[in-house]
């Protein structure tokens, strides 16, 4: 008796399990790259052949100046990305050599495509608009990457007295574009930020930010401060 069950176990239910982990192995691979296409991508190469299976995991390229990464790899990353109707932003740190090559070929498949430049101002954009900024989270998160930009580094590293000029200045950024945003709208820009930074003296600055209870809050490291005139100094 126990000699036929190891025989039905041997030679049928273990062969079978076999096959059903072969075919699940073989349809579930074959499911998942028709549904990760998108990410993958091929390059164009003289012999072989190169494929990055999951472009969503990041991609660092490595060479020497003039060594044609633009022209080998970007070049395909970016005929990609318009096959399949990417969007995002594009750091052209090649003093617009990255942008000619992007242009022609967005521009082919009838994909809007944005040029934003200090030196050149051929669109404009507004990163603290309304639209972007639905509620508080997002304003002290803007607030903060305004920041780091300026300042160069990450705000986390600062410590002691510095961390207090640092959360003081942030809160401050933040209370003045979330009363922008709630009361003047069409004047929530960095420009009328900065200009409504300078021109008010210090007592209409604190009323304009405790006049909502939101900025306030928001700027309440700037506000607890204001009892130190050192402090205030600092900040303003």
């Not at 091929?42 to 072989?48: A, I, M, N, R, T």
């Not at 603290?128 to 639905?134: G, V």
């Not at 986390?156 to 809160?171: H, L, M, Q, R, Y």
């Amino acid at each position: 008796m126990n000699s036929n069950i190891a025989n039905v176990v041997l030679f049928y239910i273990v062969p079978g399990i076999f096959v059903l982990a072969v075919f699940y192995a073989f349809y579930s691979k074959k499911s998942s790259v028709k549904l990760d296409n998108k990410y993958r991508v091929k390059f164009k190469l003289s012999k072989g052949n190169f494929t990055i299976a999951n472009l969503r995991r990041g991609v660092s390229v490595i060479g020497a100046a003039g060594s044609g990464k633009t022209e080998s790899v970007i070049y395909n990353f970016l005929q990609h990305f318009t096959e399949h109707k990417f969007y995002g932003i594009i750091h052209d740190y090649k003093h617009f050599e990255i942008t000619e090559i992007a242009y022609p070929l967005f521009k082919a498949k009838d994909i809007p495509f944005y040029t934003i430049a200090f030196d050149e101002i051929h669109y404009r954009v507004n990163p603290i608009a309304p639209r972007y900024l639905p509620n508080e989270e997002s304003v002290n998160e803007i607030s903060k990457v305004l920041l780091e930009n300026l300042l160069e580094h990450s705000l986390s590293e600062n410590t002691g007295s510095n961390k207090f000029f640092t959360d003081a200045v942030e809160g401050l950024l933040s209370g003045l574009i979330w009363k922008m945003k709630a009361s003047y709208p069409q004047y929530c820009t960095i420009p009328h930020i900065i200009a409504a930074f300078q021109s008010m003296s210090n007592k209409m600055l604190i009323d304009f930010l405790k006049s909502d209870l939101t900025s306030k809050s928001l700027a309440g490291a700037f506000l607890n401060g204001l009892t130190s005139d050192k402090q205030t100094a600092g900040v303003k």
